[in-house]
């Protein structure tokens, strides 16, 4: 195996590449949405809020491209929690 | 092989037939409500614009600050006593008019619906229009039913339903497809197959979770009637009000306005009332209708129903202290049409709904560059072929507005008929003939 062929190996990882982007872009969309129809709705004691899911967005956005696994399960779970959190 | 990667190499192909034929079939239909649905997310704000500039209606200021109806409701009731429903839509922003929504049943004639609009400062009507050839209207009917009155919401249905199929079926076989690719990666080759595969990948997996919950609320929408005939599901917030009077009676009975906005406010401070109808039925009842603020449900679909002869309040529909499955029920369209958001929302739906239309054209595309690669289509360019259907789909959406405006509503949905029934046919006999002709040859092949 040559020097590029392994750089290229070791830059993709089939795991993040196959299942943890595609399910941080499925919530991804979801926080566009989410983040909009906050933004619209907010009443002034809701900044906090709003901050925290504009950290989730810049989070997530952030993770997938950077693409490192860890950071990209922390972004998830963080608005995973948040969404939750909504609902509830 | 094992057995079990061998199992998942069968669902794999198994996905990737589903996704090929699904799509294939029902691609002209996802992309002509792909275009339809981005246009249709701003109906308001077309029809603000048409009413403003095309019919020159605006409202002047209002002296109280609340809209200003209740003369020229009185005023059209008593020019037109044959009236058979009353529906007021107050305005959202200031300067725009109140439409009274009103169907005249003459007794010898068609019925009409018009729509008449009141300068909601001086209180005077200022002009009306015919709302079954509206533009909004237009725009509403072909992305709900296609033009088509018969079952054309059913096969809009059937269209969410295979938007979810090719969404779902996608993402099983995104990382076969994928394989050393990344995301959002395209590939350095002037093959056009390859690059529009890269594209088509690429978007359809970014905007993977917005298709779906489209798919899925528009497969609901559209499917509404059949599914809840069978699943014997009752619609909820179904209120009727007991006959308490003479038709004749209701219809005529003066109702002050302001009053019933104002005891609105009492009675369901957290309601923005947007439609206010009277009845004609006997019931003696104003209905107003409207939403609360930051809740993502249905428009207008809490309720207060007051009494016309002293304003009590007779029945109230708080979304907010619904069972779950009503407010399942009811976020259904508010999902699909994202007006939950503003204008900003509206405009991020318009965006990546008009994915699902560009992932059925580029879908579309790889077929026929894969078919002109094996040999099997030379007869045309895979370009070309593209360019006549997207062509065809244009035509066919202009053509029926331009008849629905200029002619009218029924011209239009009879033409639409007949041009989606007969195209529907002739798909549905040509995959059956197909089907059949190579049962023929597989049968008829002369053994080795």
């Known amino acids: ?88 | 092989m094992s057995k079990r990667a061998g199992k998942a190499e069968n669902n794999k192909k198994l996905f990737w037939r589903l996704h090929h034929w699904v799509g294939l079939y029902t691609g002209i239909l996802i992309g002509a409500l792909s275009l339809t649905g981005a246009v249709a997310v701003f109906i308001p704000e077309i029809d603000g614009w048409i009413v403003r500039h095309h019919y020159n209606a605006q409202s002047s200021p209002s002296p109280t600050g609340d809209p200003q109806f209740s003369q020229s409701i009185d005023s059209l009731i008593n020019q037109h006593p044959d009236y058979s429903s009353l529906s007021i839509s107050l305005p959202d922003h200031s300067g725009q008019v109140v439409h009274a929504d009103v169907i005249l049943r003459p007794e010898s004639g068609n019925l009409k619906r018009v729509d008449f609009f009141i300068d909601a400062g001086k209180d005077r009507i200022i002009g009306q229009r015919n709302h079954q050839n509206s533009l909004a209207n237009y725009l509403r009917q072909m992305h709900v039913r296609l033009y088509e009155g018969y079952w054309g919401r059913q096969l809009v249905g059937i269209g969410g339903l295979a938007l979810a199929v090719v969404a779902i079926t996608g993402l099983l076989i995104y990382g076969n497809f994928m394989k050393k690719q990344s995301w959002p990666k395209l590939r350095k080759t002037r093959d056009m197959r390859i690059i529009m595969a890269d594209w088509h990948k690429i978007l359809g997996i970014s905007a993977l979770a917005f298709n779906v919950v489209i798919a899925l609320t528009g497969a609901w929408l559209g499917l509404q009637p059949w599914l809840m005939r069978w699943l014997e599901i009752k619609t909820p917030n179904t209120f009727k009000a007991a006959i308490v009077m003479e038709p004749e009676a209701d219809k005529t009975m003066h109702v002050n306005w302001n009053e019933i906005l104002k005891t609105a406010k009492k009675e369901f401070p957290a309601l923005q009332p947007r439609q206010l109808s009277s009845s004609t039925n006997g019931s003696g009842t104003v209905t107003v209708r409207g939403n609360i603020a930051g809740q993502i449900y249905e428009r207008d679909i809490n309720v207060l129903v007051l009494s016309k002869t002293d304003y009590r309040p007779i029945f109230k529909y708080d979304v907010r202290q619904q069972p779950p499955s009503h407010k399942f029920y009811f976020i259904q369209e508010a999902l699909h049409f994202g007006d939950f958001g503003g204008l900003m929302l509206k405009a991020l739906y318009a965006l990546l709904g008009l994915t699902s239309g560009f992932l059925s054209i580029s879908g579309f595309v790889i077929f026929l560059l894969r078919r002109q690669k094996k040999k099997k289509f030379q007869w045309a360019d895979a370009w070309k072929t593209t360019f006549v259907y997207s062509v065809a789909v244009l035509l066919f959406l202009i053509g029926i507005a331009l008849i629905s405006l200029f002619i009218g509503y029924a011209t239009a949905s009879l033409i639409a008929g007949i041009l989606i029934n007969t195209l529907l046919i002739g798909l549905i006999g040509y995959a059956l003939l197909r089907y059949l002709f190579r049962l023929f040859n597989r049968n008829h092949r002369p053994s080795a």
């Open chain 1, 1 to 88: 195996m040559n020097a590029a062929k392994r750089k290229h190996n070791k830059r993709h990882d089939t795991h993040t590449e196959h299942y943890l982007v595609p399910a941080a872009l499925f919530l991804l969309n979801v926080l566009a949405v989410h983040v909009v129809y906050a933004y619209f709705n907010a009443v002034r004691n809701q900044i906090g809020w709003l901050v925290l899911l504009t950290l989730a967005f810049v989070a997530l956005s952030s993770a997938i491209w950077i693409k490192n696994r860890i950071y990209l399960w922390c972004s998830m779970i963080y608005y995973a929690a948040l969404l939750i959190y909504c609902c509830v």
